[in-house]
């Protein structure tokens, strides 16, 4: 959410103009800038999903011999 300083204000980035100024003529924000770098996924997301894909290959491994007795 983009802050005027001059009004104390937060201003949704909708009611900006497209210069990034306020209503009041205030320059807020650059509509070009990214302020939120990409984050990085967490180590035990990914640990958590090697988890998931040994369960799964292990419960597909006992269906196929199910299906084979």
């Known amino acids: 959410m983009p802050w005027c300083d001059e009004c104390s ?3 949704n980035p909708n ?3 497209a210069e990034g100024d306020c ?3 205030h320059h807020v924000a650059d ?3 990214d302020d939120e770098p990409g984050t990085k996924i967490p180590w035990h997301f990914w ?3 090697v988890a998931l ?4 290959g292990w419960r597909l491994i006992q ?5 084979l007795s």
Request: charged share 10%.
């Open 9 to 11: 204000h937060f201003y």
């Open 15 to 17: 009611t900006l103009t």
């Open 31 to 33: 509509p070009d800038s």
């Open 63 to 67: 269906g196929i011999q199910w299906l």
């Open 23 to 25: 209503p009041e003529g």
């Open 47 to 49: 640990l958590l999903v």
């Open 53 to 56: 894909v040994i369960y799964l």
